[in-house]
């Protein structure tokens, strides 16, 4: 017995997954309004903000004792099991002489960044800021005698950047009774809500009182708090600061916007007001070993797909314990600032894209009577897309100031059936990055979501738009925010897509499995495919690559299935059921996507689409760990 779900149910099951699920956190102001009045009015239009992790925590930078340690570098107390009279001495050392406030809002500013949240109390439990309520802080504890929240306050202000504080509500390794300590303190002796009546409200309080008007109140890491104690706290920054916005994480879906994940990206578009957190690397802290930066084109990749999603997108820095912006981290900025000053017309107050899922070409955004196409990849000759109503008014390149038209055809294919739009593109691309084509157009967009090829042919069938049957018995399974569908256990569920081929012949079936990052790669499960009748079954392999979106949560696994035949263009319908999970580690089969690439294309030969899944950390941490007891004997 199944369960089958028609897509406006889908859509509502989407949204409650999306809502309860322990990454995304709901929001009780309901959907975006415009007014002065609207709290949120600037925020929308905002799109764009600079997330700072700042503390004791960048002294260490990611090594301690000599001994690399492994993961995000604002863990170091944590992950090194650092008693707190050791990590207490960071204290004495920390003066960071070369922080210089204006200058990091004049960064974010000239990114084009609206705001600024930053670190004001990590997991560490050291206050970045002049503290009544705990002596654990910047002026008691350091040599540097200046508090930067107030220097950075001043500098918003001037510069007209809002500021948002982050605050480690729950997380305190330092406080006999908060969060995460286990090392210093007996867990079963944590008495939260003495810690919140202690330390917590306290230090909200101060926040909001000592340094003028506060965005946004960003909480971290929800467990253990009740929903009565989040409700005090978001009614405590309310009463304080009627517009100051509390993000999602406070926990209980109480927040007043929803927040996805670290680095995590919806694969649809997403109704209300959310915001994803990036890193520009690996680790939100300052980090000596961390290099791994992502490219100015992939961060303005990821600004493009959040935006065309409905989102906002907060992207990290992280300063070193001098006080400096790290240099790779500011050339990124300043690049992205100077798009911005040519195409921040699609991004700033810009809405979503009217079409479900997405492009491999690029992402879409809107505003009245107009569509902005971010352009990933310049296709050589042409942008098409089909299953667009409207009529098409004029197209021309946002870069070009004489706004010369672009050539626009619409025609009608599949026996008239499927709305072309094809619009003729310059040899060249405008910006070596992404390149925005707006399109004028006539009345609201109205658009046919059938699943059409993608300008090469290539078919996409994401998890996001599967109808998904599941089996009555399954209450696990969903289609999680991160677009992939996750704890899929149960062999009776089934996830099937109709779609549009316009060029019969053959195809690569490619399936992508996703891996998350710390949870380490399970492969090796039983699915089957079936594809318009013939049936294709496989193990899912180890092998992959990175995602090259959400760098951080998700990894890709590329499975080849088969190379197959379709034989009449028109519509299909490929199914895909699993056989046999592989039990280890209890993870299930995480499915992201099903791919059909045209032969001609040759995704086979290019290596580059099958290096092995990564799996750093969870070697890197074995092999710390092993450091650790040698170096604590
Ligand atoms: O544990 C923290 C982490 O250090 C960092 O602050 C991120 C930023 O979103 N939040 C937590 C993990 O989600």
């Not at 009345?443 to 069938?461: C, R, S, Y």
Request: charged share 25%; aromatic share 12%.
């Amino acid at each position: 017995m199944r369960l089958f779900f028609s897509k406006p149910i889908r859509i509502l099951i989407i949204t409650f997954v999306f809502i309860t699920s322990s990454l995304i956190i709901g929001c009780t102001r309901g959907e975006p309004k415009k007014s002065d009045k609207d709290p949120f009015a600037w925020w929308q239009e905002a799109r764009f903000g600079m997330f700072i992790h700042w503390g004791l925590f960048t002294l260490p930078a990611g090594e301690w004792n000599g001994i690399e340690v492994p993961y995000i570098a604002e863990w170091i107390m944590k992950r090194a099991r650092i008693p707190i009279a050791e990590y207490e001495q960071l204290a004495k050392q920390f003066n960071p002489a070369k922080f210089n406030a204006e200058e990091w809002v004049k960064i974010a500013e000239a990114a084009g960044m609206k705001y600024i949240i930053i670190t004001s109390k990590h997991h560490d439990g050291f206050a970045m800021y002049d503290s009544k309520a705990s002596d654990y802080d910047i002026i008691d504890a350091t040599p540097f005698g200046r508090d930067p929240m107030k220097e950075l306050a001043e500098a918003c202000k001037k510069h007209g950047i809002k500021l948002g504080f982050y605050y480690s509500h729950e997380q305190d390794w330092h406080h006999p009774n908060g969060r995460g300590n286990d090392w210093d303190f007996d867990p079963k002796k944590i008495d939260f809500a003495q810690y919140l009546e202690e330390k917590v409200k306290p230090q909200v309080r101060e926040l909001l009182t000592q340094y003028g008007p506060i965005a946004i109140i960003w909480f971290d890491t929800p467990l253990i708090i009740t929903k009565e104690q989040s409700q005090e706290l978001v009614d405590m920054v309310h009463e304080l600061q009627p517009n100051c916005l509390v993000n999602g994480r406070l926990g209980h879906g109480l927040g007043d916007y929803q927040g996805f994940g670290d680095n995590q990206i919806p694969g649809d578009v997403v109704t209300g007001n959310w915001e994803t957190c990036g890193t520009m690397n690996d680790s939100w802290c300052y980090k000596k070993s961390d290099h791994n930066w992502k490219s100015t084109k992939t961060l303005l990749k990821l600004l493009s797909n959040i935006v065309s999603k409905g989102g906002t997108y907060l992207l990290n820095v992280g300063p070193t314990a001098e006080g400096i912006i790290p240099q790779p981290s500011v050339d990124r900025l300043l690049e992205m600032g100077e798009w911005l000053k040519i195409n921040g017309e699609a991004i700033y107050d810009a809405g979503p894209s009217p079409f479900a899922g997405e492009f491999e070409w690029g992402a879409i955004t809107t505003k009245p009577g107009k569509l902005y196409l971010h352009v990933y990849d310049w296709p050589a000759k042409a942008l098409i897309f089909y299953g667009f109503r409207n009529s098409a008014k004029k197209a021309y390149l946002l870069a070009d100031k004489n706004k010369s038209a672009l050539q626009i055809e619409q025609t009608k294919v599949q026996d008239n059936t499927i709305n072309q739009l094809t619009i003729s593109l310059p040899p060249q691309a405008p910006d070596k990055n992404v390149s925005v084509i707006v399109l004028e157009i006539e009345g609201e967009p109205d658009v046919d979501d059938t699943i059409f090829p993608q300008i090469d042919n290539t078919i996409v069938l994401n998890a996001f738009r599967a109808n998904l049957e599941k089996a009555k018995s399954d209450s696990l399974i969903s289609i999680g925010g991160g677009g992939v569908i996750e704890r899929w256990f149960n062999t009776e569920n089934i996830s099937s897509w109709d779609f549009q081929v316009f060029e019969p012949g053959e195809y690569d079936l490619i399936l992508f499995s996703a891996a998350h990052h710390w949870q380490g790669w399970i492969g090796g499960h039983k699915v089957k495919i079936s594809l318009n009748g013939e049936e294709y079954v496989v193990m899912t392999t180890d092998q992959g690559r990175t995602a090259n979106i959400s760098t951080l949560t998700w990894q890709d696994a590329v499975t080849y299935v088969a190379r197959v035949q379709i034989a009449k263009a028109g519509k299909q319908y490929l199914s895909l059921t699993a056989l046999k999970i592989n039990p280890e580690k209890n993870q299930g089969f995480r499915f992201r996507s099903i791919k059909l690439i045209p032969k001609s294309l040759n995704y086979m030969n290019n290596p580059e689409n099958f290096s092995p899944v990564q799996r750093p950390y969870m070697e890197e941490m074995e092999e710390f760990n092993r450091k650790l007891e040698t170096f604590q004997n």
